[in-house]
């Protein structure tokens, strides 16, 4: 019964013309890798920093609650070798408060290949919530708490398709390394099936997967491990220029999880989840209701509230069923042409714990590109 409820209610809100959802929207923290210099002016200096407080008041066996505090500074300098390739070269630093010392001090560096509406990127590239992936597979907070992803990514974007495909290269391994190899990657596609006057209907696939192995490492009798997700959607977004309604956004996606691993860790091999969104853009902010309903469902690193499984690494606690009804208010102010202040307010309710809980946060994001010119 409630599977075909579930699967009634996507239909409605996939082809509902009168209202719309979508996946939550991070564009004002985006600090993309991008062509930004010609080659008259071929150097510039890029900077990047994120300034971010958020707390997480969750008393719960999935996850439980605590507070990121901090700032992540990248200082680069670009260089335009040719008109479609651009190298970037700078440092990645985070200091947390409270913490004395630098969490991370990691060199930071990029090739850039820009040709038609395709990019190629090898190093640093557009990582975490540039991917424009659902919350579910791809955990908003790893923008605030791990090192930029590195490897390779490929995108394509025209005003009827988005593309992003990548691997990141988390761990490498030499001979006799006392670990394993890690290495994921995923892909987010988007297809624009009409668009006329500012309204969009599009259709959606993600794709996500999680490898640990290796064959030169120390550990040769552990075995492998091998996750996949995936989620296919629809979208459809109608905006209004006027009043204090500025549009209306609607998205309903069906998520899987398979284990491919040889030996199995966790207490389940697959699952499913079901992730409804309906979205309010005002004058005064978005408001957003978000449902998720999830059945042994898992992903690598996905957001911490969707699991079914514990994300304390001291338990194996594990929920058979999630179901969730988040509510997230948002607010975005521009200050110039760089920077962007965040402001969010997150509750949640646990249909099954009956719980209610919450989070909220403030970031500070700032992101500008100067030409380096020659003095004459």
């Given at each position: 019964?409630q ?17 719309l959802?979508?996946q939550?929207d991070n564009?004002?923290l985006e600090?993309?890798?991008?062509k930004?210099?010609s080659l008259n002016?071929?150097?510039s200096?890029s ?13 719960n066996?999935i ?15 670009g ?7 651009n190298?970037q ?7 947390d ?7 991370y001090?990691?060199?930071?560096f990029?090739?850039?290949y820009?040709?038609?509406n395709s ?6 590239y ?15 907070e ?19 398709i988005?593309f992003d ?18 290495v994921s ?7 624009n099936?009409?668009?006329?006057n ?28 091998t ?13 209004s220029?006027?009043g204090?309604?500025h ?10 999880y398979?284990?491919n ?6 207490p ?10 309906g ?8 408001f957003?209701l978000?449902y ?7 992903s690598y690193k996905?957001g911490?509230?969707?699991q ?6 001291n ?7 999630r179901q969730?009804?988040?509510?997230r208010?948002?607010?975005e ?17 646990d249909?099954?714990n009956?719980l ?6 403030i970031y500070f ?9 020659k003095?004459?």
């Open positions: 019964m599977f075909k409820f579930i699967s009634f209610f996507i239909i409605i809100l996939t082809f509902c013309v009168n209202s959802t979508a939550l564009s004002g600090q993309k890798i991008r930004d210099s002016t071929p150097f200096f900077l990047r920093v994120l300034s971010f407080n958020k707390n997480n008041e969750y008393f066996r996850v439980k609650g605590y507070t990121l505090f901090g700032t992540r500074f990248t200082p680069s300098i260089y335009q070798l040719h008109e479609q390739v190298i070269a700078g440092i990645f630093l985070q200091k408060f409270g913490n004395n010392n630098l969490t001090s990691i060199p930071y990029s090739i850039l820009d040709w038609n990019q190629l990127i090898f190093g640093n557009n990582g975490s919530i540039h991917h424009r992936m659902l919350e579910p597979l791809e955990d908003f790893r923008l605030l708490v791990e090192d930029p992803e590195n490897g390779i990514q490929y995108l394509y974007n025209t005003d009827k988005f495909a990548w691997i990141n290269w988390e761990k490498m391994i030499y001979q006799d390394s006392p670990f394993k190899e890690e990657g995923g892909l987010v596609s988007k297809y099936i009409i668009e006329n500012g309204n969009t209907l599009a259709l959606h696939y993600q794709f996500r997967g999680y490898h640990r192995a290796g064959q030169i490492d120390a550990l040769r009798g552990q075995p492998l491990v996750r996949f997700n995936n989620a296919v959607g629809a979208s459809f977004h109608k905006k220029n006027s204090f309604i549009g209306h956004k609607w998205e309903g996606y069906f998520l899987h398979i284990d691993s040889s030996n199995f860790r966790l389940y091999t697959q699952g499913y989840g079901y992730y409804l969104n979205t309010l853009e005002t004058k005064i902010g978005d957003m978000s998720w309903y999830g059945d042994h469902f898992y996905g911490r509230l969707y079914s499984y514990t994300t304390d690494p338990s194996r606690y594990f929920e058979d069923k969730l009804l988040i509510l208010v948002m607010n102010f521009q200050i110039g042409e760089s920077t962007t202040l965040l402001l969010r307010f997150e509750p949640y309710w249909f099954k009956q209610f809980e919450f989070s909220h946060a994001n700032i992101f500008k590109t100067l030409p380096i010119s003095n004459k």
